[in-house]
């Protein structure tokens, strides 16, 4: 699909207009760090920023979101879904790890047999706009994993930022009708393509962080009873930090919230990291020290998922890297997974 | 205890009261027909030690409007001194509300003897009175998001 | 599009004590819209979650047949929060249910086999599914030679003995019951269940066994089915694990890369020495 | 005088080579700029992993608990006083423990540094004695480490360990003049509705993930309140009533062990600011019951005591 440009002086008209048919998310600075939130007017938009805080994931997997809500006392269970008729919505700024993230998760919640319907009804009335990444972070290490700066997957429409404007690249039909109908597009010169590839070329070169992934999968193809795990989880502190900053984890919990003569069914984020998390009621759990803990992260990152659905689930946006507070770091791991 | 109508609110509170002194006390009230408004639901513990803060906090996000503790005074606990180290955690929980903003009067502490039932009758009655007088429970009233 | 998180509601027909020490009932649940109980078509060896609305959801065995259509059997043992809440409930209360859920005994696979199968305490409830399916007229034929052997600690505590009592009379089935501790009116066998395996010798040829039961009956019983010759590809087991959604979703009943919930709950013995051992 | 990291090594290494301790607990070079991890060392061929600068920041005596073995703990002053509450609560045993005890001048909070540089990303960073180094793609500074230390650092008043059973290097001069509980005052000055609005502003960040918890060597319940199912005390989702409550009490349960050494503050993701909380209930402890936590091995918790004349205005 062919290239386009905005000029970065018209990116606000852009959101605004955006805002009048859409929902908008944005990356904002909220408490000292940035987070996507709806905004109400284009200029609320932070546009010079290395990465939100909290993945993006959380506008389709709410850390809490109600499944229904129920009423007692009626005919049957008195159970009442939610509307599902949310407006269409707008991701704008996402990164395209992120946006990555959303293909590989539209694997467990769009799949064949059950599709979840709370996740797959949002996703679908999403227009994702990503931002490629001028200047990835020491922490990065997309390419590792089959993204890169400017990756398209998962993206409807991809803007690159060259100074003054950024070149647009329609990466859906969705995303190449939205180009068209907004007169904030133009055509992009040449000059303004060659800008882009050296943009593009220095981004990339700005990735040092490297993990061969597909070899990691091969030894840990063998590795489940290896002693590796003795001690790789020693330090760990069996937090969440690390799976629920990351745009890729979507375990989750189902509870019940009751009240006087109603209540609610609620998922909640859950992770691999707590014990209670296999816990049985018996109280026989399969997993009841960190080691399995971490070992059933790792593996089901870059081993079960690969072996399920041909793709590992880590875009590599280095949140776990950069937030653990005891400087586990998921590249190291998958070293010395290397090195065994 | 969420679903009731704001008009014609009523406080209620919850008193957690000791098995040995202020239970009983409660139940002199109830002999010797002092009489006290009904906003109150007791409930009976072995000692006023057996109180942990989830179970004041629990009731106030459940809708309670006011929470009362009480147990032997200092000197009269049966088990010789569950109150004395009750006391001191009360002090610190006590002091830990208020500093986040939880309005003083919505959490109540007090010693009542099996021999004190006028006293329960006339503590029920002042503690109703602070409590409405701050209108419903805000701070910890578990809203639905 | 269909919410698969929405339970279908079940009035509890019947509701009958178990075993004597009262933990054990099982639940004859109806559905109260006839559309949905035509649209719930399932095989012995699935499961479905039940729902008490306030205290959550978990999943359990259907221990009915499909061949007997208007009910739908849970045997529970009380042991958490809902269960407990399962427990609590009366005779027709409205009981919360998903399903069916996860795979089946593998049915095609025994057609024309004999079928050893085994039972220990608690977790013969799909076995019962699967042994009132084999014994539905209309099936018979298609299997072979039926064995049960089924133990629990004490008499007591055996699920199902009225209906054992009707398959011990027929004559197209063996079945031997057993217990570890026998008191004074006990008739059976006496001994682990892995010891009246070995007493009772079934033969592998032809023939598939599945089993189900705690961990350690599990254990000591794979090798001496092993030993009498039962190949791990005809070797069936049931497995549970902590679930959520039950829909391969939540992320937790995995074994190395397969979800209990969707490739299981039951597993051959070949599945399984493929897999990790963390269950 | 030489390096401290040095000294740590010699230190560690005698120890293993005797067999005095089977393992070291301390730090290595992180991944990350201003980043050190903390490191199990079993061999004496390890021993050059162990350093020691100001970005040791992770309380290690949460990894005491539960070892069998005999062990060696490099401990800054706030580390010790952890010891010290985890030996008085009968969690690890003093004759298990050689401690190395390292004097502190205050660890480096690098979301302070982070935030100082705007977004602008750190990709070196070199300590020398008073200052850092900072080197990010198009700019290098040098700043002064006292700025940027973390807030538990800023107050701290035992930066010398309290027991050891050796001391790398020299004591070094307590903070003076320090304003401890500032903060709490500064909060205590407002307004009930602007204290609670800003400690439920606080809390709306959190995100459950009991990082607070798991990094604190004190919380060790064998089931947290929080993850008790019967009874439930607290909701799983992120509904301010639950969070909050999960903070008072968490909190609460710090109430004479806490020693302010920072760990839950340092370990939020989302920059919940933990410590206004365990400060005020450190302070109240102080003044109510005259005991401060990690400082001696012989005093009684203060909630595992009484006293006939304790205060009771509070009650009717």
Known sequence: MKEKKIAKSELTSFLDSLISEYKVFAPVKRDGFVAFQEIHSGSEALLDYANSKKPPKEIFLPQSEVLFTYRLGGEGLGIEEPSFEDEPMVIFGIRPCDARSLVILDNIFNSQEYKDVYYTNKREKTLVIAIGCNQPSSTCFCASLGGGPFSPEGSDLILIDIDEEYVVQPVTDKGERLVKKHSQFREVKPRGLSSMRKVTQKAEALIKSKVETGEVKKKLDRMFDDPFWDWLHEKCLGCAVCTYLCPTCHCFDIADEATDRGGRRVRIWDTCAFPLFTLEASGVNPRPTNKERMRQRVMHKFKHFVDNYNVAACVGCGRCIKECPVNLDIRAVLNSILNR | MQDEKVDGWEPKIIAFLCNWCSYAGADLAGVGRFQYPPNTRIIRVPCSSRISPLLILKSLQRGADGVLVSGCHPGDCHYLSGNYVARRKFAILNNLLEYLGIEKGRVHFAWVSAAEGKRFAELITEITEEVRALGPAKELVKKPD | MKNPYLPLAMRAEKIVIETDDKNIKTFSLSFLNEAEESGFNYLPGQFAQLSVLGEGEAPFGIASSPTEPGVLEFTVNKTGVLTTALHNLEEGAIIGMRGPLGNCFPLEAFKGKNIIIVGGGFAFTTLRSLVKYILYHENRSQFGNVTVIYGARRPGLLLYKDEFKQWEARPDLDVYLTVDKADDGWRGKVGVVPNIIKEVAPSPEDAYAVVCGPPIMIKFTLPVLRQLGFPPERTALSLEMKMKCGIGKCGRCNIGNKYVCQAGPVFTLAQLNELPGEY | ?316
């Open chain 4, 1 to 316: 005088m030489p390096d401290t990291s040095v000294m740590i090594r010699d230190t560690a290494k005698k120890l293993l080579d005797e067999k005095r301790v089977d393992l070291i607990i301390g730090f290595e070079r992180g991944t990350l700029p201003l980043r050190s991890t903390p490191c199990f060392i079993r061999t004496s061929e390890e021993i050059e992993r162990l350093i020691w600068n100001a970005t040791c920041e992770n309380n290690l005596a949460r990894y005491l608990r539960g070892r069998k073995e005999k062990v060696g703990i490099v401990a800054k002053g706030c580390d010790t006083r952890s010891i010290i509450s985890l030996i008085k609560e009968k969690q690890v045993a003093r004759e298990q423990l050689f401690i190395i005890g390292v004097p502190c001048h205050g660890m480096i909070d690098r979301r302070k540094i982070e935030a100082r540089f705007d977004g602008k990303e750190i990709l070196e960073a070199d300590e020398i004695t008073e200052g850092l180094i900072l080197k990010g793609n198009d700019f290098t500074e040098i700043v002064d480490k006292a700025a940027f230390l973390h807030n538990s650092c800023n107050t701290c008043s035992y930066r010398n360990p309290i027991i050891y059973d050796i001391l790398i290097g020299d004591e070094v001069e307590e903070n003076r003049g320090i304003d401890e509980y500032g903060e709490v005052k500064e909060f205590e000055a407002q307004s009930a509705d602007r204290r609670w609005q800003s400690f439920t502003n606080e809390i709306s960040k959190c995100i459950r993930c009991y990082a607070c918890r798991n990094a604190c060597p004190l919380c060790y319940c064998q089931e947290c309140f929080v993850d008790s199912s019967q009874p439930q005390w607290i909701g799983k989702t992120t509904n301010l009533s639950d969070t909050s409550i999960f903070h008072i009490v968490r909190a609460f349960h710090t109430a004479g062990r806490c020693v302010d050494c920072g760990a839950c503050d340092q370990a939020c993701p989302m920059g919940i600011d933990i410590r206004k909380l365990t400060k005020k209930i450190e302070r109240d402890v102080k003044e109510l019951f005259h005991y401060q936590a990690g400082v001696n091995l012989e005093d009684v918790p203060p909630l595992a005591a009484f006293s006939l004349d304790d205060p009771q205005q509070f009650i009717r």
